[in-house]
């Protein structure tokens, strides 16, 4: 009997570049492969004029500027220049930053960076859905707050914050708010206007692009945000993030981004019937927990933590059936347990034996069969040994 092709349900870490991506990045390794600072020759306009492109691109998806796109390596490096980047222009109106306990670790790192140079940060928890108190958030408004950092969807468990809500509450205070969009990008509506959003992360990989590409939205106007460059150099980027500009990754990144948007609501409608089927058909094992909000979530995402097994036997016994993680991509060395699961309230053991299954624009009914399938006799075969 022929071995059935591994099922990959890990796209909330990592998504294939998809072939109208690639086609559309090809051209400039080699044919245009100018400098885009280099403006005395063709060369130079023709990748200027590409990045000018995806730059409006990106700025269609969230209903920006384009001026007000300034690329970067990709979410983390976004989410950095963003957090440290207002923390240096504003330090003189005050020194406190709010953010969540949930957040990814390029958002909860630079704050601990910026505690230990004398900020203050307040780490808001959680409900055990995964949803932030908008009450907790009010509350912890001081009047030397400058920043407010709150993703829009949680990479772990997929859980949608109330973003319009958060981002009204710091308009009405004068606060800048933050939210990293990575997992949000493409999969849910954005409007930084209509959501009072002053800095958006974004990244391609998420979304059928390139890896090592990515962008932050900074607002101009009403109000104009001010951020401190935290990598000097050629002065590229209006200053904010200097270095060589990587033509067929933007290239890629603005395609991605296009075409995500474009399939969305389709895409969203599809997965979540897909997602629903999932979460039905593993429910057939007693002791399972979903984690996060059974519909504030993304459409792909569905995150579940089981009793009864030991959470590193039951990866081992699934690894050549189905590609899929226990939390973020960016930790999965780490022994500890999720920090985001913990959060929730999960105890250690649970929070180890946490699986986390991403759906994609690929992945068909006949795959989520099997894939249920495989975990169901994997956790009921760990089980009985037990």
Request: some cysteine; charged content about 20%; proline content about 5%.
């Amino acid at each position: 009997m022929r071995e059935q092709p591994l099922i990959y349900l890990d796209h909330n870490a990592t998504t294939p570049v998809e072939p109208q991506v690639v086609e559309a990045m090809l051209p400039f390794f080699s044919q245009y492969f100018g400098n885009p600072s280099s403006l005395n020759h063709s060369l130079g306009w023709q990748a200027e004029a590409a990045i000018e492109k995806a730059r409006e691109q990106l700025a269609a998806a969230i209903n920006a500027e384009p001026v007000e796109i300034v690329f970067t390596s990709g979410a983390t490096e976004a989410n950095n220049l963003a957090i440290k980047g207002v923390a240096e222009s504003y330090m003189a109106d005050g020194q406190h930053i709010i953010t969540v306990e949930t957040e990814h670790s390029a958002v909860l790192e630079p704050c601990r960076y910026l505690e230990r140079l004398g900020f203050s940060v307040t780490y808001l928890p959680v409900q055990p859905d995964g949803l932030v108190r908008l009450a907790d958030l009010e509350q912890a408004f001081r009047p030397e707050t400058i920043l407010v950092s709150i993703m829009t969807a949680n990479n772990e468990i997929g859980v949608l914050q109330p973003i319009d809500k958060i981002g009204a509450l710091c308009r009405d205070r004068n606060v800048i708010f933050h939210t990293d969009a990575a997992q949000a990008l493409g999969k849910v509506a954005l409007d930084v206007q209509a959501m009072n959003i002053d800095l958006l992360s974004m990244t391609a990989h998420k979304l059928y692009g390139p890896k090592g590409i990515g962008a932050l939205y900074v607002r101009r106007k009403n109000p104009q945000v001010r951020l401190a460059p935290q990598m000097h150099g050629g002065g590229q980027e209006r200053g904010l993030r200097s270095g060589t500009l990587y033509t067929p990754q933007i290239v890629g990144l603005g395609m991605a981004v296009s075409l995500m948007v474009a399939g969305q609501p389709q895409e969203t409608s599809r997965q979540a019937g897909l997602r629903d089927r999932l979460w039905q058909s593993v429910q057939a094992l007693p002791n399972i927990h979903l984690n996060g909000h059974p519909t504030q979530r993304l459409a792909n995402n569905l995150s579940v933590s089981i009793e009864g097994v030991n959470g590193t036997d039951l990866l081992s016994k699934l690894r050549h059936q189905v590609a899929l993680s226990s939390g973020s991509a960016c930790s999965a060395q780490k022994t500890s347990p999720s920090h985001v699961i913990k959060a929730l309230g999960r105890n250690d053991s649970l929070a180890k034996a946490t699986l986390r299954l991403g759906l994609g624009k690929g992945t068909t009914a006949e795959e989520i069969d099997r894939a249920s399938a495989a975990v169901v006799s994997a956790v009921r075969s760990l089980r009985a040994i037990r």
